[in-house]
T-cell receptor
């Protein structure tokens, strides 16, 4: 079974803190993604990566950065957390070929609250 | 700009009452239409991929179909365990998945 794990299920941070969300997949997938999910807005892509050290901006990259130093690990960084970044964050991975042509497998999500 | 719209937003069914969920899309160069199921507090779980108009796929009580403008997820004789949010997503020429807002399905015994 494909397994995508995220470092925390719930996280509470204060405004201005630097926040790291970690994602690890065990299926040797080339592509990894970070989404946020908000009621009424659906899933929105923040960043994706199709190879180690490669990254591409998604629809809403502002206020976020990412790091992919190893194939299995993709980190999302909030440089200075703000209350409007309170959300459910979902990581996903997929195998190679087109970045999106193959189905994406999702982790359980991290519910981040910024106070 | 690619757009995906799902309807209805919420659907209540009695156990055994069949129905359909709609996913309308405006995507240039559709390469695939994906359906996911999401349970509360969990990540989406992959169900189907449809690649071309006329294609159908089935899994237990679920059948997904695709036309040039929309996709339907038909649920036949649903059970309470089918209660979840169903998401569709379109893969267009922009190299990213565009997700719809989801349909929250509640099946009562």
């Amino acid at each position: 079974d494909v397994k995508v794990t995220q470092s925390s299920r719930y996280l509470v941070k204060r405004t201005g803190e630097k926040v790291f969300l970690e994602c690890v997949q065990d299926m040797d997938h080339e592509n990894m993604f970070w989404y946020r999910q908000d009621p009424g807005l659906g899933l929105r892509l923040i960043y994706f990566s199709y190879d180690v050290k490669m990254k591409e901006k998604g629809d809403i990259p502002e206020g976020y950065s990412v790091s992919r130093e190893k194939k299995e690990r993709f980190s999302l960084i909030l440089e200075s957390a703000s209350t409007n970044q309170t959300s459910m964050y979902l990581c996903a991975s997929s195998s190679s070929g087109s970045v999106t042509y193959n189905e994406q497998f999702f982790g359980p999500g991290t519910r981040l609250t910024v106070l | 700009e690619d757009q995906v719209t799902q309807s209805p937003e919420a659907l209540r069914l009695q156990e055994g009452e069949s129905s359909s969920l709609n996913c309308s899309y405006t995507v240039s160069g559709l390469r695939g239409l994906f359906w996911y199921r999401q349970d509360p507090g969990k990540g989406p779980e992959f169900l189907f991929t449809l690649y071309s108009a006329g294609e159908e796929k089935e899994k237990e009580r679920l059948k997904a179909t695709l036309t040039k403008k929309e996709s339907f997820l038909h649920i036949t004789a649903p059970k309470p365990e089918d209660s979840a949010t169903y998401l569709c997503a379109a893969d267009g020429a922009g190299n990213m998945l565009t997700f719809g807002g989801g349909t929250r399905l509640m099946v009562k015994p």
